[in-house]
């Protein structure tokens, strides 16, 4: 029998993105290639864009991006979670030979991401504070722990996307929890990642 998993220990995550710079080795300028000051002290160096880059880099303190990673913490507990994906749209090829229609897949459909939370007011602020802003997302499946002190692992699979988010109090009635609904607009597509 396979290892089947529950949707418990899912999480909506939240990524940082860290850029390092390292000091250019560059001989020459290099076209269409941005090239940063540092000016700060450590470890709060500032990088600025140098508008028009002259003579030779690795001379003019001149610095250039390294890395760029993204670190991912959970945004928020969530309730429910949606499709990470979707049908694609049928395109169809029939021709006068054919004796029953043909498709090929095209675009794959997607709708908005929409997830379920509990509603308190530091976490809808803190969500509002990013609200309609692009950062990057994930869907993590997996955690160690137990309670409330589980640690999201991701180790069932990730699903990362970008995108902007909107979030919002859903309706409610006697005797019920307040809830709220967190909309994810994404703008690229789900990648997968087995851990």
Same mark, same amino acid.
């Given at each position: 029998?396979?290892?089947?998993?529950?949707?418990?220990?899912?999480?909506?995550?939240?990524?940082?993105?860290?850029?390092?710079?390292?000091?250019? +080795?560059?001989?020459?300028?290099?076209?269409?290639?941005?090239?940063?000051?540092?000016?700060?002290? +450590?470890?709060?160096?500032?990088?600025?864009?140098?508008?028009? $880059?002259?003579?030779? $880099? +690795?001379?003019?303190?001149?610095?250039?991006?390294?890395?760029?990673?993204?670190?991912?913490?959970? *945004?928020?507990?969530?309730?429910? @979670?949606?499709?990470?994906?979707?049908? $694609?749209?049928?395109?169809?090829?029939?021709? *006068?030979?054919?004796?029953?229609?043909?498709?090929?897949?095209?675009?794959?459909?997607?709708?908005?991401?929409? @997830?379920?939370?509990?509603?308190?007011?530091?976490?809808?602020?803190?969500?509002?504070?990013?609200?309609?802003?692009?950062?990057?997302?994930?869907?993590? @499946?997996?955690?160690?722990?137990?309670?409330?002190?589980?640690?999201?692992?991701?180790?069932?699979?990730?699903?990362?996307?970008?995108?902007?988010?909107?979030?919002? $109090?859903?309706?409610?009635?006697?005797?019920?929890?307040?809830?709220?609904?967190?909309?994810?607009?994404?703008?690229?597509?789900?990648?997968? +990642?087995?851990?």
């Amino acid at each position: 029998m396979a290892n089947e998993i529950s949707t418990y220990k899912t999480f909506l995550m939240l990524g940082t993105e860290t850029t390092t710079y390292k000091a250019s +080795s560059d001989t020459s300028v290099v076209a269409n290639k941005t090239y940063y000051t540092r000016t700060g002290t +450590s470890p709060n160096y500032v990088y600025t864009p140098v508008a028009e $880059p002259t003579g030779n $880099p +690795s001379t003019s303190s001149y610095y250039e991006v390294d890395e760029t990673t993204i670190t991912y913490a959970k *945004l928020i507990d969530i309730k429910e @979670f949606p499709d990470l994906g979707g049908a $694609p749209e049928m395109l169809e090829i029939t021709t *006068l030979s054919d004796d029953m229609q043909r498709y090929i897949p095209g675009i794959q459909s997607l709708d908005a991401l929409e @997830f379920t939370a509990n509603y308190t007011v530091a976490d809808f602020t803190a969500l509002k504070a990013i609200e309609r802003v692009e950062k990057h997302f994930a869907v993590w @499946f997996g955690g160690s722990g137990s309670g409330s002190s589980v640690t999201p692992t991701g180790s069932e699979g990730k699903f990362t996307f970008d995108g902007q988010l909107s979030v919002y $109090p859903v309706g409610g009635g006697v005797n019920e929890v307040v809830d709220m609904n967190i909309s994810i607009a994404p703008s690229t597509v789900i990648d997968f +990642s087995a851990s």
